[in-house]
């Protein structure tokens, strides 16, 4: 070993303190910059191993509504494209309630990583994301709710089937954020993926498309050379599709424009059929009156028409029987006189021959007709007694006449009762509808509650038969056998019957059930009178039909009775006239018995009176014989005419009869068939009302649906918007583009942070390398006096400074590239789901930074070495001459100089004496309170974000989306929930919209409207204040933005702020106001401002509401509720991003209180090396050892003092800066700084001094004072 060698390492070993003071501080320097550097590259390169595992798509498609044939036709005509996969997609609702994205399982694109089991092999079959694997394993079933689609209740389903088995889990590139995976356009936070094979799927539809191109192949996703290309082909596949959002949007508005008119049609056509059914009954109810009013009359002429008939054929038969009597009567006058003309000629011939006989016989014959007049009056009572009955005609009844079943006055009340049941029909009908549409509301009700029991998930019935089972299994348990099991089992059962839930849905449904069957028994009391009244009208009806039948009968026999007398006419006359002739005779006997009697009486008397005049009475009576013989002869002529014309009359009357007969039933026939067709008629006619009224609501129901469906499409047809065609590069997709551009911001962080830290230790290590070389001066001048060269001499200091150099650095880049950069990376990537940091070695970062390290320290020894080699020889020989001594400023303020004490007069002249080091300390400890000042004062922002932002400034829980085109009926409910919801405490209504910013400098920035209804219920639930006065806000005054839009728009009030809608058209705002704001960009304005600026109507479509914490996700369940976002959610995700940079303030607290340490120590040590000699001799004066301490420490402490102020401005500075560089773009940390920003990094400061001058202070008592005071200073 050379001697120069020997004497280098001594130099190490002698001043091992200076060597490992440099050694920490190029170390810190380097550790910090090489691990902050390979940070951002660890990050890119972990993303991209992951997106190559699962061979990530280079281009996504994404189109909601599905991509068409055409569109399929111009991806196919697509060049350059080497891969292309297409994916159906869908969310899904699990009855765990967790939000699930499925899709079909790739071939080739986007492969999903499986961690554990397998892919699905069936349909039945689902892969899982791996984070759900802590609430189903493999094996398990997974069941979903089916989808609804607001815009279409009777959309077919998307899915053949909705409960899949577990058979694996997996992570996927599309989803590398595993504690936000993102929210549906419902604002549901999305808790996992899955996939399912595609025949999964009964929707065909393809809604998204992945491609990988041929010329990005071998390309880094974030390599500029990928994403200029990429976005070349984004802006070709913009070009291709740039005609079909509109396209479509037409097509699907002329279509939904058709169904509204086949509606409108249909409708028309609808009530068109209602009122001809209606009609057609009136029309009918008219006709059967006319046909009941016809069949009245008709049956009322008829019975006239019978009547008069009857009446004729009764007074022809009386006037026949009248004529067969008269002709009877005269016949037996006839009879009479001809018997009398005989016994006249005989008693006047007996007359003539006795009247001679004498007086004798007069008298005997007088007695002898007296006797026989009395027995001939009697004869001739009897004879008047035959002949009266013959004269009536009574003969034996020939056939039994029917009597009628009911009397007249039954079947006038029966007639009465019919109408008062038809009057009494209408009014039971239509209490019978109004009870039928009750019941069905009722049981809509119960239906509605039924639903809702079977929602809580539990079956009683089931239960009930589970519980019933486990009964039997624990009666069958033999002694000694362990029915706990059993018994939890039925006990957990038993609980779930008596859940809050289900036992409140059970009394809902069994009161409704209760008003349902008291609505069934009405309707069926109502009903059951009127099929009552139906079944008395029949039987009167049938009473009054069997009445008429038996008259028809009755007169039927009559006819038939009458056909058989007048059959049995000339028996009857051959009997009465052998009677009439046997009557006649006796008649004539008993007359002629009388004539001779009266005879003999009359001649015997006129004998004893008129014996004389006898011959001229005989005369006489021979002479009236003869008339009466002519008139008797006359008489039996017209008795001869008279029966001739009276049996011609009863020939008529019999054919009258008959034909009246005849008449008669065929009115009947007519008369019962047109009765029978008529009650068939009111029969049908009641049918068709009955009918009607019960499908009329029905009808009228359907109609109305039919009606607001029809409303509801032409308010969808107002909000229907233009397909969405979203192209999503690689380089831009959510979550990816988000981790990259955390490590963009690394690298730019590694720009600011580690470069200050990395100077100040350079700084220092100067400041170690100019003491080193000022204190071995003569050494120098000895090394020269021997003839070593200068650049021998200059290489020792140069090799000292670079192997500190090299020493501190190799280690400092080892552990930066492998320990710090792995904590800030997992830091960042810790809710990434990537298979693991993609570590490795970064020689270049470390190489760069030993080597410009080592180029510093050496070339400052240099520098410093090549200045004292300037000197001669002899003049290094010589110790170096003290400075001219001049008097400081403080010495020229006379008043205050002479006010100070000796020591502060020291202290002061020192300070100012060698004002390098003071530079040096200054300058080294304001560096050390300013990366503190940083640390703290970014953890003070990262805090206290989350709470300002969410507490102070947005005071609400939730914001809900609406729109009330989408079922008006079911808005109203929700806006009626709403006003009576107890844990609402504040509901504030708006407009809202999504607008988009441009910037230059990354991906358009998102921004969100909102017009309040009011400007003063905003000030409820949003505080809008200027962040740096908190002065409120006047939203009248103007709109407003929030201050990170303004910051990167470099936006002032007074300048305008250009916005695009999502149709591309632009609209300029004046912007009046700045307001604080740290998560996402928005735009305030009120009513007036925005519909002149946007020329739209205002319309409400959001509500801010402030719950206390309370949960109303239950407001998703309406239809016209198209997204509810919760808070917490977007909290949770600013609070991932804060939560990411603490780690950042930790490296940097950490950092900077072990650089103030050893800056600290290392000028400490410095200013006591340098100033030995005057610390010994101190001491010999005789100054305690706290007063020497202190007498160097003065120095320190007011040095310190004074970087910390100045490190106050120059952190305050760099907090500035830092946190514009380690939040996105849609995030701000406060700038504001606190006392506590302030007050710690100055108390952990001053501790750290503190502590090192109690380290001190025992090194100043071991400093060798004899050997100090032979040096020379």
Request: glycine share 6%; proline share 3%; hydrophobic share 40%.
């Amino acid at each position: 070993m050379t001697p120069r060698q020997k004497d280098f390492i001594r130099e190490i070993t002698g001043h091992k303190l200076r060597f490992t003071s440099l050694l920490a501080l190029i170390a810190i320097g380097v550790f910090v910059l090489v691990g902050l550097t390979v940070t951002g590259p660890i990050m890119r390169r972990t993303i991209q191993k992951t997106l190559d595992e699962g061979n990530h798509y280079d281009l996504k498609l994404d189109v909601a509504e599905g991509l068409e044939d055409e569109d399929l036709e111009r991806l196919s005509a697509l060049d350059g494209v080497a891969e292309k996969e297409y994916f159906h997609t869908a969310f899904l609702t699990s009855k765990k309630r967790e939000t699930v994205y499925i899709s079909s399982l790739p071939k080739r694109i986007s492969l999903p990583n499986i961690t554990e089991g397998r892919a699905p092999k069936a349909v039945d079959e689902i892969l899982l994301d791996h984070s759900l694997k802590g609430k189903y394993s493999i094996g398990d079933t997974i069941e979903f709710e089916r989808e609804e689609n607001p815009f279409d209740k009777d959309a077919k389903p998307v899915f053949n089937r909705y409960s899949y088995r577990v058979t694996g889990f997996a992570r996927s590139i599309l989803f590398l954020d595993d504690e936000s995976k993102g929210a549906t356009q419902r604002g549901d936070s999305i808790d996992g993926f899955a996939y399912v094979l595609p025949l999964a799927f009964r929707d065909p539809t393809i809604t998204q498309a992945q491609f990988q191109f041929e010329d990005l192949k071998g390309l880094a996703v974030y390599s500029d050379e990928y994403v200029r290309l990429n976005e070349r082909h984004k802006e070709g596949f913009k070009a291709i599709f740039s005609d079909r959002p509109e396209k479509r949007l037409d097509e699907r508005i002329a279509d939904i424009r058709g169904d509204i008119r086949d509606g409108e049609k249909d409708i028309a056509e609808g009530y068109d059929k209602l009122d001809d059914g209606w009609n057609a009954i009136l029309d009918g109810e008219a006709e059967w009156a006319r046909g009941e009013k016809d069949f009245l009359k008709g049956k009322a002429d008829f019975q006239k028409g019978i009547a008069r008939g009857e009446a004729a054929l009764k007074d022809s038969k009386s006037k026949l029987n009248m004529a067969r009597n008269s002709i009877l009567f005269q016949e037996d006058r006839l009879s009479a006189g001809e018997k009398a003309l005989l016994d006249g000629e005989n008693a006047i011939a007996a007359g003539i021959v006795d009247g001679l006989a004498g007086k004798d016989r007069a008298l005997a014959g007088i007695q002898t007709a007296d006797e026989a007049l009395e027995n001939i009056l009697r004869e001739e009572k009897t004879i008047r007694e035959a002949k009266e009955r013959l004269e009536r005609g009574e003969a034996p009844a020939l056939r039994s006449v029917p009597e009628l079943p009911y009397s007249e006055k039954t079947i006038a009340d029966a007639k009465a009762e019919l109408s008062a049941i038809d009057e009494q029909k209408d009014a039971l009908r239509g209490k019978s509808i109004a009870a039928q549409k009750e019941l069905m509301e009722k049981q809509a009700r119960y239906e509605e509650a039924l639903a809702t029991l079977k929602k809580t998930g539990v079956d009683e019935q089931a239960i009930g038969e589970r519980i019933k089972a486990l009964d039997e299994k624990i009666s069958d348990l033999k002694e000694g056998e362990d029915g706990s099991n059993l018994e939890k089992q039925k006990a957990e059962l038993e609980n779930a019957l008596k859940s809050p839930a289900y036992l409140k849905a059970k009394r809902e449904a069994d009161r409704l059930k209760g008003e349902r069957d008291k609505a069934t028994r009405s309707f069926e009391k109502r009903k059951d009178a009127m099929l009552a009244g139906n079944k008395r009208k029949r039987e009167l009806n049938v009473m009054i039909a069997a009445q008429n039948g038996a008259k028809d009968a009755r007169e039927k026999a009559l006819a038939q009775l009458e056909r058989e007398q007048n059959n049995g006419a000339a028996k009857e006359e051959v009997k009465l006239a052998r009677a009439k002739a046997e009557l006649a005779a006796r008649e004539k006997e008993v007359a002629e018995q009388k004539e001779r009697a009266l005879a003999v009486k009359a001649k015997s008397e006129e004998a004893l009176r008129k014996l004389d005049a006898s011959r001229r009475d005989l005369a006489l009576a021979e002479s009236e014989l003869k008339n009466k013989k002519k008139e008797i002869e006359a008489g039996s002529a017209e008795i001869a005419a008279a029966k001739a014309k009276l049996r011609e009359g009863e020939s008529e009357f019999q054919k009258g009869k008959e034909s009246l007969d005849a008449e008669r039933r065929k009115g009947k026939r007519k008369l019962d068939l047109a009765e029978a067709e008529l009650y068939e008629g009111r029969a049908d006619l009641d049918e068709a009302r009955a009918e009607y009224a019960a499908e009329k609501p029905d009808a009228l129901k359907d109609l109305k649906e039919g009606e607001e469906d029809l409303a509801r499409a032409r308010d969808i047809l107002n909000i229907i918007e233009k397909p969405i065609y979203e192209i999503t590069p690689m380089n831009e997709e959510g979550i990816a583009y988000t981790f990259l551009d955390y490590s963009d911001r690394i690298d730019q962080l590694s720009m600011v942070f580690p470069v200050f830290l990395f100077a100040i230790a350079l700084l220092l290590a100067s400041t170690v390398m100019n003491r080193m070389v000022d204190e071995e001066r003569i050494l120098i001048g000895t090394y020269k006096a021997l003839g070593y060269s200068d650049g021998a001499i200059a290489w020792k200091y140069v090799l000292f400074g670079t192997l500190a150099a090299l020493l501190g650095g190799i280690p400092g880049g080892i552990l930066g590239n492998f320990l710090l950069s792995s904590v800030v990376a997992e830091a960042y990537l810790s809710g990434a789901s990537v298979s693991g940091l993609a570590k490795g070695w970064y020689p270049m970062h470390i190489v760069f930074s030993v080597i410009l390290g080592m180029l510093a320290t050496g070339f400052i020894a240099w520098i410093s070495a090549r200045k004292s080699l300037r000197h001669k020889t002899a003049t290094l020989l010589l110790p170096k001459p003290p400075a001219k001594g001049t008097r400081i400023v403080l010495e020229r303020i006379t008043p205050l100089w002479k006010r100070l004490s000796f020591f502060q007069k020291v202290t002061a002249r020192n300070l100012f004496r060698d004002k390098k080091r003071m530079a040096m300390t200054i300058v080294g400890v304001m560096g050390c309170v300013a990366l503190l000042l940083l640390g703290f004062g970014i953890r003070t922002s990262v805090d206290g974000l989350v709470n300002k932002q969410f507490k102070e400034i947005d005071r609400y829980d939730y914001m809900v989306r609406f729109e009330p085109a989408i079922d008006r009926e079911d808005h109203e409910a929700y806006l009626n929930h709403l006003k009576n919801d107890a844990e609402i405490r504040t509901a504030v209504a708006g407009h809202m919209e999504s607008l988009q910013v441009d910037y230059d400098k990354g991906l358009d920035q998102n921004l969100i409207m909102v017009v309040p209804e009011d400007t003063a219920s905003l000030k409820k639930v949003v505080n809008l204040r200027e962040r740096k006065s908190g002065k409120a806000i006047d939203l009248t005054k103007g709109a407003v933005i929030t201050e990170k839009l303004a910051e990167i728009k470099d936006v002032k009030p007074g300048d305008v702020l250009v916005v695009k809608d999502e149709d591309e058209r632009e609209y300029k705002i004046p912007i009046a106001s700045i307001a604080e704001g740290y998560a996402g960009h928005y735009l305030y304005m009120d009513r007036k401002d925005y519909e002149e600026i946007f020329d739209k109507k205002y319309e409400e479509n959001m509500h801010y509401l402030a719950t206390g914490g309370k949960d109303v996700s239950r407001y998703k369940d309406y239809d016209s509720v198209v997204a509810l976002i919760d808070t917490n959610t977007m909290s949770d995700r600013v609070d991932h991003v804060a939560s990411n940079i603490n780690f950042i303030v930790m490296v940097i607290l950490a950092a900077s209180s072990t650089l103030a340490v050893v800056v600290l120590s290392t000028l400490t040590t410095i200013n006591i090396e340098e100033r030995r000699r005057e610390i010994s001799t101190i001491r010999v004066l005789g100054f305690y050892p706290k007063e020497v301490t202190r007498y160097i420490y003065r120095e320190t402490a007011t040095l310190t003092a004074v970087g910390i102020i100045l490190g106050f401005f120059v952190g305050k500075a760099l907090h500035g800066l830092v946190i514009r560089v380690v939040v996105p773009e849609f995030a701000m940390l406060d700038p504001a700084l606190g006392f506590m920003n302030y007050f710690l990094p100055a108390v952990i400061t001053i501790i750290i001094s503190t502590l090192l001058m109690f380290w001190f202070h025992g090194k100043l008592q071991k400093i060798d004072m004899v050997e100090a005071l032979k040096s020379v200073e």
